[in-house]
């Protein structure tokens, strides 16, 4: 081996740190946007040539730059967002870290162009291997700044082979959900997203999620969503959730933002289905969007561009499931037998609705976009979205119910003022039951019990350390252990509902539960699955005659219910059939 040692060439060292920030046109186009959003932006507008292996461009509307900060923006440890150390927290929660322009141009052809409001003319540079090429005052009369990024890798080879072995289709799809969810986060800002010279998706700017919402998903759906916005243990929640007759084979639209950024991570998804665990069936999904806001002291943001985990000081888990239920309970009601299952979505390319786009592309096609034209190219909009939906609660919404007959002694039929219902008999008396169940668990619930001869419970040495960690959890719950040596403990209460259960196998489940990171699981989930299988059994079956005073009683007591419409494992229990709903079968309107 030749042991002589190099210093690598600045430029090289450049190139090999940049990997840390740049690794793909996804990680560029994020790194433009966050600037162009950091410089006051309420206009973005991103072209994409060949999944941004050849071009990636982002104009914006900014602050811009002054000649003196774009000759140096692109180099190594250069920002104006912080000054010395005493602002590093500002590194972990923002991630200015002064890296990306530096590393985007040492791996790329770049162009900048910048001008201020306060300029007369605008002035633009090109940087090739870290080194100013060339420079002019520049055509470009825009206030704010496009920042072009040619020919990706080109002067590092390895990466440029594995970049191009990459599909086009796939780093489309990256940079396109990517300006979704920046859009959803900023609201107030119009991103129109051009990829191969078609506009792809565009926002108005208007601060108004709902219409971002339209332009991502079919628009019935989001016309659907309900609105929350609420506050549990110090973690505001706002944002849209569907219905639970709108929930979907995937939990692929399911966004989450904490602080307003975006997150990625399982335990918000276990949570929010949680929530709905009683409105559908297991293999649904909700779709949601979900803007978390805490104290940034109660995060832990370690930040790096690629991640979308963060660390929760205090469980998040019960805010969510509060929040969501609470909105879904006060929006219960049975789904209409035309309720479209909007289970597509509109491809980003569906967006484009010919006529209305044209003279935007057309527009657009040029290179330079003069700032009247900014103005010409906004599309008139005039879309009014149904504001606050009324709900009626119980039966109220079915006046002088009258029952009809049973259907294949397993359906059960009933008109009423404004259309017709049909109840799955299995369905409502189980609900009736476990509704019955709970009541009745809730009031002995807050009571241990004690057992005149306590038994032990023997553990492994890892249970027994987690048991000892999660002693004042199981303390709530109800249960009094007491240690008795070895890994043994003296069960001396039980939360009284347990009684007459095997309550070892009931420890180890939480203990498994703990142990798998899945606290999700509280006892009383863990006793509402037992309540479940109790109701389940013990309800009326289908294939089951029965008597008109039966199906009163039954009715009657459904009507009672918190949530007469579903199950508890979340199936429709009525399903309502509206006058219009039953002409539009018929054709007689449409
Ligand atoms: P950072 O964003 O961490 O400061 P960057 O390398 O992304 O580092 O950008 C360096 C500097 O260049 C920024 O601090 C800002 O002053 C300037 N800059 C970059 N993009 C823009 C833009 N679109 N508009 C105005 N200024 C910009
Ligand atoms: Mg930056």
Redesign the pocket.
Known sequence: MNNTIFQLEENTINQISAGEVIDSPYSIVK??I???L??S?NHIIIRILDGGKRSIE?L?N????SVE?MKI??LKH?????KNVNDISLISTM??????????SSVSKTH?Q?KRNKDLYGYEIFIENSVIMKENICPFNNN??R?IVDDLFYNVPVRKSFLESEKTSKENKQIIDLVHRLSLSSPHVRFELFIDNLLVFRTFGDNNIKHVLMEIYDKNLVKNLLYIDTEFYGVQIKGFISKAEDCIGNKMKQTFFVNNRYVKMDILNSAVKAAYNEYIVSSKFPICILFLNLDKKQVDVNFHPRKTEIKFQNDIFPSIVNAVKNTLEKHKSAPSVLTTNSTQTIHTKDVIIKSEIEEQIVINNQKTIAPEQWNQSKLSYNKTIEGNDTYQYGFAQYPNLKFLTQVHSSYLVAEYDGGMIMIDQHAAHERVLYEKFVSQFNKKSLSSFEESIPETIELNSSNFFILKQNMSFFKECGFLLEEFGGYTFIIRKYPSILHGHNVKDMIYTLLDEIYSNEKSYTIDELVRNKIIMRSCKKAIKANMKLTTSEVEKLLNDLMKCENPYHCPHGRPIIISFSMSDIEKLFNRIV
Do not use: P, Q
């Not at 900014?62 to 730059?65: N, Q």
């Not at 250069?78 to 912080?82: A, C, E, R, V």
């Not at 991630?95 to 985007?104: C, K, M, Q």
């Open positions: 790194e433009l966050e600037n162009s950091d410089a932006a982002v914006d900014g602050c811009g730059m900060d923006c692109y250069t920002t104006s967002k912080i991630g200015f870290r002064g890296e990306a322009l530096s590393s985007i900048i910048s704010g700044t920042i």
